[in-house]
């Protein structure tokens, strides 16, 4: 078992191969280097790039660039960042940015590979209250081979979204899958955090969300593998992957 913090210490120390397409909105100048904000029609992501790759004045507030560099997480919430290893103006600032960028933000966990045979799957859920654990899993009550390790986590409030991220880490250590469940009620802005996000991008195996009710978003929604409406709607999602048998399509 590791702490949240050792996590983000092991992440990979070595820049991603994919470059990245975004919109700069706001920079930070400092003397080793600038801090701006990366944004794409869906995601925002703060980077960090050495003066001696790219000075602050070349990429002005609506520079659109490409960006290729290190996923880090920083700060006592740690928050993601790109440490930017090499970085390419596509159009400078002032001219029309009406295309949108080529590539979006990354989301890994939607190109995990499905596993093989799901066997284990770690149910991250709420400690108390409205829990959505029981609507997820009667869709699965027939695949009584599959083991469900349960990661219970505080989720009334914005201030728990560090307990979340570290159960979604805990959750996905010897499992083949992670579940995030929560009924609906007040508080889920909590899931509007970049702990959270960073823990479901950073995740070795598929997560599937199924929190509130029909009518509810979240900011992680686009960054898990599979996101459904409600926690039922997980469970019958699930239950169709495992049994491709009942018509669903298998991603």
């Avoid at 002005?60 to 090499?86: D, K």
């Avoid at 250590?173 to 823990?199: H, M, P, Q």
């Avoid at 999602?237 to 669903?248: E, N, V």
Wanted: charged share 15%.
């Amino acid at each position: 078992m590791v702490t949240l913090r050792q996590w983000a210490d092991s992440l990979p120390d070595t820049p991603s191969n994919v470059w990245i397409d975004g919109i700069v909105t706001s920079i930070d100048p400092r003397r080793d280097g600038t801090r701006f904000m990366l944004t794409d029609p869906a995601n925002t992501l703060s980077c960090t790039v050495s003066a001696t790759i790219t000075p602050a004045a070349a990429i002005p507030p609506g520079t659109h660039v490409s960006v290729l560099g290190t996923l880090t997480l920083t700060g006592a919430q740690l928050r993601p960042r790109l440490v930017v290893t090499e970085l390419r103006v596509v159009t400078p600032a002032g001219t029309d940015q009406t295309a949108k960028p080529a590539v979006a933000l990354p989301t890994p966990n939607k190109h995990l590979k499905w596993p093989d045979r799901v066997r284990v799957i770690g149910l991250v859920r709420p400690m108390r209250g409205a829990d959505g654990g029981a609507d997820f899993l009667a869709p699965l009550a027939a695949a009584n081979q599959i083991r469900i390790i349960n990661h219970p986590a505080p989720m009334a409030a914005r201030q728990d979204a560090l307990k979340v991220a570290q159960a979604i880490v805990k959750a996905s250590i010897g499992t083949d899958l992670v579940a995030v469940i929560r009924g609906g009620g007040s508080g889920l802005e909590l899931f509007n955090s970049d702990a959270i996000r960073a823990a479901i991008d950073t995740s070795p195996v598929p997560v599937i969300l199924g929190i509130g009710h029909t009518n509810n978003a979240t900011t992680i929604d686009n960054h898990a593998y599979h996101t459904a409406i409600t926690p039922t709607a997980a469970g019958t999602w699930l239950h169709h992957q495992i049994h491709p048998s009942t018509g669903a399509i298998r991603m």
